[in-house]
């Protein structure tokens, strides 16, 4: 490696060195800005939330109004005054007649052949 590749390598690493930093620099800054705006939003919803229990804690202090008296209901009819509902009509389910299919195919297993001692040679002569 000749100087001049040393010196280019030296420089670029110095180069991605000062970018690093700069980019470090800005996002801790963003940090403390988002930060800063995180904090004011939750001092305003801290702020919603305290007047909303106040309002809260000044309802249950309140006397609540008188409650009106409880109606008494009529008594239920009887089991015997009600008519039985008609019996469920019965139902018969007949079931359709079997459909059988037969569908023949030649596979030349139907026992005939060569263990019927028919055919070219195979047996014991």
Do not use: C, W
């Not at 040393?6 to 403390?32: E, M, N, S």
């Not at 106040?54 to 008296?69: C, M, S, V």
């Amino acid at each position: 490696m000749n100087k001049a590749h040393v010196t280019l390598f030296a420089l670029l690493v110095a180069g991605a060195t000062l970018l690093g930093a700069i980019a470090v620099t800005r996002t801790t800054g963003l940090g403390r800005a988002a930060e800063h705006r995180k904090d004011t939003a939750i001092a305003a919803q801290e702020r919603q939330l305290r007047a909303y229990a106040a309002k809260l804690q000044k309802e249950l202090e309140a006397k609540p109004p008188a409650l009106p008296p409880v109606p008494h209901p009529k008594p239920a009819p009887t089991a015997a005054a009600a008519p039985a509902p008609p019996p469920a009509p019965r139902i018969i389910y007949n079931r359709p007649p079997p459909v059988v299919t037969v569908v023949h195919s030649r596979h030349g297993d139907d026992g005939s052949g060569e263990s019927d001692g028919g055919g070219e040679g195979g047996g014991d002569d």
